[in-house]
């Protein structure tokens, strides 16, 4: 298979490699000084295109993906308020788009868990649940779209949680630990919170691949779920498996729902 690369910082060199070890070819690879590129005929024979940049520059990649005909997987977050015009986009231009908050397979079993979990606890009242999630100080979106995406899995299936919030998001410096008072007193904002409301707390820290933990807590007892990435090589292969799916010819948007099958 013939891949092309946008963004070619640290995932992208790793999705270089994993790519190589599984026999595909990297036929070019885009960043910010060779946006020229994207009208190359090497861009234009790719059979997919693997897009890891910012909020702000991918959905202006999709957009020339799908105008040279090129299908994409997208792991960029930080867009998704858009995400029903570019489906409309796909659509009208009869492309193929993968998008996903997390490509880890790890990750994505974690999201089936909450899911199943939160249905459960719809007979538990007396548990409430929160969020918190970990990431190194480069994430540019806050929360992640993986937290996100555990938030909605948990509120679609909790009846007593109609939406999610995050109340805060904590900054720290490598040398300090967790103290979310010794944050507040610094000026990290924090916003109030109803039992409507899953809570959702982000910390940035040095360079967490990334860590997600759920905690349903009672009087009586605590129970917490925590799956933590051990670096970003599992985000990589995810996003390679996701373009090997995609290259046999599928139109229209797709996640790793439909890769993973549950």
């Given amino acids: 298979m013939k891949i092309a690369l946008i963004g070619y910082g640290k995932m992208g060199h790793i999705i270089e490699e994993i790519a190589i070890s599984r026999g595909h070819e990297v036929v070019c690879a885009i960043d910010v ?6 009208e190359s005929p090497a861009f234009k024979s790719a059979d997919v295109a693997i897009e890891f940049t910012t909020p702000k520059t991918a959905l202006g990649n999709v957009a020339r993906c799908l105008a040279a005909g090129v299908p994409v997987v997208v792991g960029s977050t930080g867009w998704y308020d858009k995400l029903p015009q570019v489906k409309a986009d796909v ?3 009869g492309g193929s788009l993968f998008w996903a908050s997390n490509f880890s397979i790890g990750v994505n079993v974690f999201v089936a868990m909450q899911k199943y979990v939160a249905r459960i606890m719809n ?4 548990y409430d649940v929160t ?3 970990t990431h190194h100080i480069h994430k540019l979106d806050s929360p992640s779209g993986t937290a996100i995406t555990i938030a909605e899995a948990i509120t679609d299936n909790l009846d007593r949680k109609q939406d999610w919030k995050e109340t ?3 900054w720290q410096h ?3 630990s967790v ?7 610094a000026g990290t904002s924090f916003q109030s919170h109803n039992a409507e409301e899953l809570e959702v707390v982000a910390f940035r820290r040095g360079e967490v691949p990334g860590i997600h933990t759920v905690v349903y807590d009672s009087e009586v007892d605590t129970i917490t779920m925590t799956h933590s990435a051990k670096s970003r090589r599992g985000f990589a292969l995810g996003a390679v498996v996701a373009a090997e799916w995609m290259g046999d010819g599928k139109k229209g948007v797709y996640t790793m729902t439909d890769l993973m099958k549950f």
Avoid at 33 to 38: I, T, V
């Fill in 174 to 176: 490598e040398d300090e």
């Fill in 91 to 93: 659509e009208k231009a």
């Fill in 123 to 126: 007979q538990y009242p007396q």
């Fill in 131 to 133: 969020l918190q999630e």
């Fill in 33 to 38: 000084d060779n946006q020229q590129d994207f």
């Fill in 168 to 170: 805060a998001c904590i």
């Fill in 179 to 185: 103290d979310v008072a010794r944050n507040a007193d």
